[in-house]
């Protein structure tokens, strides 16, 4: 069993800048891929950012590419999420989610592969 707990999230003004982070329990973090999903009211949980087990594989929705980076630091249990440039748009609930039958560096973007996920952190981005 994993355990997921999400922070950093708050109020920020369209082209700020947040950082969420991600903090796992359990003893085998670093077999998991992991990834960032977000839901904004009345719409589907989407897809955001993946990274895969050992760092060396990330995958990023359209959306985000070029203002959003991936990390994990296996060491300290824990994924990150830069967020840069921030716009109205990517007001949402932030989740991040563990796919525990990761397997080499593959990472995926549907949100079946995830089987444990966190409580969300509210990101608002203002204009």
């Known amino acids: 069993q994993v355990q997921l707990v999400e922070s950093g999230g708050g109020l920020v003004q369209a082209g700020g800048s947040l950082t969420l982070s991600c903090a796992a329990s359990?003893?085998?973090?670093?077999?998991?891929?992991m990834g960032w999903f977000r839901q904004a009211p009345g719409k589907e949980r989407e897809f955001v950012t993946a990274?895969?087990?050992?760092?060396?594989?990330?995958s990023y929705a359209d959306s985000v590419k070029g203002r959003f980076t991936i990390s994990r630091d296996n060491a300290k249990k824990t994924v990150y999420l830069q967020m840069n440039s921030l716009k109205p748009e990517d007001t949402a609930v932030y989740y991040c989610?563990?796919?525990?039958?990761?397997?080499?560096?593959?990472?995926?973007?549907?949100?079946?592969?995830?089987?444990?996920w966190g409580q969300g952190t509210q990101v608002t981005v203002s204009s």
């Open positions: 359990g003893r085998t973090f670093s077999s998991y891929a």
């Open positions: 989610a563990a796919d525990p039958f990761a397997y080499g560096e593959y990472v995926f973007e549907t949100k079946s592969r995830y089987t444990y």
């Open positions: 990274i895969s087990r050992s760092n060396s594989v990330t």
